[in-house]
């Protein structure tokens, strides 16, 4: 099956700083990847929709300053939370679909666990 | 709009006995509809997924879902659960008319299967 990697699986970092998570579709190109937030004992969140090549399209209530997506590659789509405060923690999935299964499932990272001092 | 109803934060139950999560959707047309599991710390997997044809879907690990679309319920199951069974649950759905968009999931349904 398809293959997605994020990278990486848990950072803790000083409040006010910038984290990059990474996410790679490893055996297949991914025009558009997902990235999703989850709370303790809540479920995903869809933050943005990472579309390659162009800007992403954030849901509403995320701020696009603060959590910076870039899919520069049909690969690689990378979100970097700027300024981390400690309400930023939390766990981050990102998400693409295989070509030949526009209309299935997702395929998900193994999440990245942020916890922001 | 699309949306999905776990009722249940929380089901218990004893191993060899029958499981059922349950998992009711909302979309304006028809849907696609998918049951993941998470594990602590991890990402989700695939558990399977309804997308046309018969009701009843077998998936992975031995559990199966039934599409009722009178009662817009997508209930999984599994006929005799194992303590390696005890995860969060989430049902998620697509909307088949929205072309290429994210999944909308449930708030998700911790299993506790007990020895």
């Known amino acids: 099956g398809a293959v997605v990697s994020q990278h990486p699986s848990r950072v803790i970092c000083k409040s006010g700083t910038s984290v990059k998570i990474e996410c790679r579709s490893l055996d297949f190109q991914a025009t558009t990847m997902f990235w999703y937030r989850q709370f303790p004992k809540k479920s995903l969140m869809l933050m943005a929709t990472s579309n390659e090549g162009s800007k992403a399209t954030y849901e509403q209530g995320v701020e696009k300053d603060k959590f910076l997506i870039n899919h520069a590659s049909l690969t690689l789509s990378t979100l970097t939370v700027t300024s981390a405060h400690p309400e930023d923690s939390s766990f981050y999935i990102c998400?693409?679909?295989?070509?030949?299964?526009?209309?299935?499932?997702?395929?998900f990272g193994s999440g990245t666990q942020l916890s922001v001092l | 709009a699309q949306s999905v109803a776990q009722p249940e934060d929380q089901v218990n139950v004893a191993e060899g006995n029958p499981l059922t999560v349950k998992c009711t959707y909302s979309v304006s047309g028809n849907p696609y509809l998918f049951w993941y599991v998470q594990y602590p710390n991890r990402g989700l997997q695939f558990l399977l997924k309804?997308?046309?044809?018969?009701?009843l879907v077998k998936g992975s690990y031995g559990f199966e879902a039934e599409f009722n679309k009178s009662q817009t319920s997508f209930h999984l199951k599994k006929p005799s659960a194992l303590v390696s069974d005890s995860a969060l649950y989430f049902c998620?759905?697509?909307?088949?008319?929205?072309?290429?968009?994210?999944?909308?999931f449930g708030k998700g349904t911790r299993l506790s299967v007990i020895a």
């Open positions: 309804y997308i046309t044809g018969d009701n």
């Open positions: 998620a759905v697509r909307d088949i008319g929205s072309g290429n968009t994210p999944l909308v």
């Open positions: 998400s693409a679909r295989a070509p030949d299964r526009e209309r299935g499932e997702l395929f």
